[in-house]
């Protein structure tokens, strides 16, 4: 049997296939339903607008021949797109494979509507007559820019803000729950400066909120002014209107986006690019995330609750792999690779317009799905990890090697005092400790062995590579 034989047929993309239920939300902003049904938006808004003005013009209709629509017209345009289901679907698409021109197709969609809308309503209506008001002096690009911009920001304000912050609030969680649990620090892999467990996560927390800060400061630009930015079909039919003040009435006050005033025939998708930018970035950063929390794991720092009836290896049964780290850390790296292609390919167009753009939009929906798994396949590996103190206090305790820079750095300290017997200091503490297995008692005799005054060598020696974590857990104040 052929798989496409099979009704419907299988998907081909994991996002809409295997891991459907975790993408659902962004089907409601960012598929190609989604897209129509907000170009309807757009269309019936703009009919709304030219029949019955703004503050800016006393609410007179812009267009002339045209009555100011009843509450009752307005509504009925406004269920156009509320309304569009299945059915309404395979009806676009009915008109869209005779056009082959999607926003047409949409186009024509409402025009069916305004030719059913005195049936509906029960009596005459100027709607009947308005259909030459539907698309009026648009280019498809007015309609599609505003329909993405939507699109896009209800998804980012909806679904991927809210997720990114869920995860932050619990890496808070953590970073306060362990705050002071001390934790060696590997600096090219080899044993460093201890911290603490908490300051490293308030570390991913700080560098979490700087991208969402810039994310929730993002402009969406929209336009609309015609086939090439000019407003010369809307000045050719109504010379007397002030084009200017309606597109930029609508964009803002209609629209609810940034006004572009100043286009070829597409908004130039400046802000995507930028948009885009610091969607990856902060990808990377929770990338970064994956593999530390991955590596952690490997060491024992973090145990993992096994799932009552899973199974880690089909052959090793003890084993619990953190394998939703490596599927959060894979669809990280998809989702990146697809915006970075998105930002670097909608910035150009050929003079005043080509269509590439047109295919490449439609992908928004993958890069930002492709993030949303990841998010959700971090979120839960992070619910299922804890850290394991006993094995985190034995590598400490086998790494007294670590307080070689304490040591050096008061030795240093005493001698700009003139304290005698600590020239070299740096050279001494390397002798003893550089690549040798320290003990606790190596490092007493070693204080014990230089000319530090009774206060300094107590104060040294109460130093464990447990304590010596400086002021990390402090430092939590600024994750936010
Ligand atoms: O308002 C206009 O349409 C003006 C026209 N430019 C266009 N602007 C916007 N959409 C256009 C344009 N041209 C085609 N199409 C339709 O875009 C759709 C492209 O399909 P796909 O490649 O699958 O994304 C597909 O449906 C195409 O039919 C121009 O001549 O400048």
Not at 151 to 166: D, F, G, R, S, Y
Not at 259 to 285: C, F, K, M
Not at 306 to 323: L, R
Request: with cysteine.
């Amino acid at each position: 049997m052929r798989l496409t034989d099979i009704s419907p047929i299988p998907a081909l993309t994991p996002l809409d296939g295997r891991y459907k239920s975790q993408t659902a939300p962004l089907v409601e902003y960012l598929s190609e339903p989604a897209l129509n049904r907000e170009r309807m938006r757009v269309e019936v808004e703009w009919m709304i607008l030219l029949a019955n003005g703004f503050e800016g013009n006393g609410f007179q209709p812009i267009v002339d021949g045209v009555e100011p629509l009843t509450e009752e017209e307005q509504a009925y345009l406004r269920a156009i797109p509320e309304t569009f289901d299945d059915e309404g679907i395979k009806h676009h698409a009915a008109h869209e494979a005779i056009t082959h021109h999607d926003v047409k197709a949409v186009e024509y969609y409402i025009d069916d509507e305004l030719d059913c809308a005195a049936e509906v309503l029960g009596h005459e209506t100027q709607l009947s007559k308005l259909k030459t008001l539907v698309h009026f002096a648009c280019t498809s690009e007015d309609i599609n820019n505003l329909s993405y911009a939507r699109c896009i920001k209800n998804a980012m304000e909806q679904v991927w803000l809210p997720t990114v912050h869920e995860i932050t609030d619990h890496l808070v969680q953590k970073a306060e729950a362990y705050a002071t649990l001390p934790l060696l620090s590997l600096t090219h892999g080899q044993p460093a400066t201890p911290t603490t467990l908490g300051k490293e996560f308030a570390v991913y927390v700080y560098r979490i909120n700087r991208q969402l800060r810039h994310i929730e400061a993002q402009e969406y630009l929209g336009k609309i002014n015609g086939a090439t930015g000019t407003f010369g079909a809307h000045l050719a039919a109504f010379p007397h209107i002030d084009w200017l003040a309606v597109s930029r009435e609508f964009v803002e006050n209609r629209m609810g986006l940034t006004w572009n005033p100043l286009t070829t025939q597409i908004e130039s998708h400046d802000w995507q690019a930028e948009l885009y930018g610091a969607v990856a970035h902060t990808n990377r950063i929770l990338h970064n995330l994956c593999v530390d929390v991955w590596m952690y794991i490997s060491r024992g720092v973090f145990a993992q609750v096994p799932v009552k009836g899973a199974t880690g290896s089909s052959t090793m049964p003890h084993k619990v792999n953190p394998i939703r780290f490596e599927n959060a850390e894979a669809n990280f790296e998809l989702s990146c690779a697809l915006l970075d292609s998105l930002s670097a390919t909608l910035v150009e167009s050929r003079w005043q317009r080509d269509l590439t753009d047109s295919t490449t939009q439609r992908n928004a929906g993958s890069a930002l799905g492709y993030s949303l798994l990841a998010l959700n396949n971090l979120h839960g590996g992070l619910q299922s990890i804890h850290p394991n103190e006993a094995a985190m206090r034995a590598e400490l305790d086998e790494n007294w090697e670590v307080l070689g820079e304490p040591i050096q750095t008061v030795m240093r300290a005493c001698e700009l005092a003139g304290v005698e017997g600590m020239e070299h200091p740096y050279e001494k503490v390397k002798d003893l400790m550089r690549g040798h297995r320290i003990s606790q008692d190596d490092v007493e005799r070693f204080i014990d062995s230089l000319n530090f005054d009774e206060q300094t060598a107590t104060r040294l020696k109460v130093l464990t590579p447990a304590t010596y974590v400086g002021i990390a857990a402090q430092l939590l104040q600024y994750m936010r």
